[in-house]
C-alpha cells in the first residue's frame, strides 16, 4: 500500500532576538520537520540570552531561510566598516554571546537577502512602502518600516495585493492578522510570545516567553521571572 504523501509545509517564525529556549519549544509545538521549508523573519540575534544559540541553529539546519532583520544589518554595517558593532548598548553582549562564531557567523547573515519575493509569498523583516516597486526600496526601509512617512499609516493598510506578506520588527502582545498580510513579532524577549505561522493552513502556533530578557517602554509591564 502507498502512503499519501503529506504536502509540504512553510514554517515562517517571528523575531527570536536570540531566545533559543522559546525557540526549541515553539518547533516542537509547531512540529517542524526535516520535510518542513523554515523561514525566518529577521532579528535572529541581539537583547535575549543566546544569539549565539540561534545562529548555531539557523547555520546548522538545512531547511532554514532567513531574511535580514535591523539588527543583523547594523552588524553588517559595522563590519564592512571594519569595527565591531557597538551602536546599541546590548551590541557588545551580542558579540561576547557569539565568541569565536563572531565572523563565520557574520560571512553567514551576509547571504541573507532582504526579501524572499516568491508569487505567492512575501516575506521582509518590516514593511515597505505598497506604492512603489520593491526593487526601488532600500535595506533600511525594508527592515525599519512600520509607518508610512508621509501619512503615518501603518504600511500594511495600505497593501492592497493578494499575495500574502509576512513580516516581523513590530513588536505587539498579539499578531497582525489580515487578509494578505500577517505580522509575527509577539515580543518574545519582552516578556511576550514567539509565533510562527503555518503554511498553507495559515494556521498560528505561538510559545510563551520563559521570562522577561529586555524592556520596551510601551510593552505591558510583567516582573522578571526565574530562568
Known amino acids: 500500500m502507498r502512503h499519501k504523501r503529506v504536502p509540504r509545509r512553510t514554517v515562517v517564525i517571528g523575531d527570536i532576538h536570540g531566545c533559543s529556549a522559546e525557540l526549541r519549544e ?18 535572529l540575534i541581539c537583547k535575549g540570552p543566546d544569539s549565539r544559540g540561534v545562529l548555531e541553529w539557523a547555520m546548522r539546519a538545512p531547511n532554514v531561510e532567513c531574511v535580514l532583520g535591523n539588527h543583523e544589518l547594523r552588524f553588517l554595517n559595522c563590519r564592512r566598516r571594519g569595527v565591531l558593532p557597538d551602536v546599541k548598548p546590548y551590541d557588545m553582549e551580542t558579540v561576547r554571546q557569539l565568541g569565536e562564531l563572531y565572523e563565520p557567523a557574520m560571512r553567514v547573515i551576509a547571504g541573507w537577502p532582504l526579501t524572499i519575493d516568491e508569487p505567492d509569498l512575501l516575506v521582509v523583516h518590516a514593511g515597505f512602502d505598497p506604492r512603489r516597486a520593491l526593487a526601488r526600496q532600500s535595506d533600511v526601509m525594508l527592515t525599519g518600516l512600520r509607518r ?23 513588536a505587539a502582545p498579539k499578531p497582525v492578522v489580515r487578509r494578505n498580510a500577517v505580522g509575527l513579532d509577539t515580543g518574545c524577549v519582552y516578556g511576550g510570545a514567539l509565533t510562527a505561522l503555518i503554511l498553507p493552513e495559515r494556521r498560528l502556533v505561538g510559545v510563551p516567553a520563559r521570562r522577561v530578557y529586555a524592556r520596551k517602554d510601551s510593552w505591558p509591564a510583567r516582573e522578571l521571572e526565574a530562568a
Not at 26 to 43: F, K, P, S, T
Request: proline residues 2%; contains cysteine; aromatic residues 12%.
Open 148 to 170: 508610512l512617512k508621509d501619512t503615518g499609516e501603518p504600511w500594511y493598510e495600505r497593501y492592497e495585493d493578494e499575495r500574502l506578506a509576512v513580516f516581523g520588527h513590530w
Open 26 to 43: 515553539l518547533l516542537r509545538a509547531a512540529r517542524v520537520g526535516r520535510e518542513d521549508r523554515v523561514i525566518c523573519v529577521g532579528d
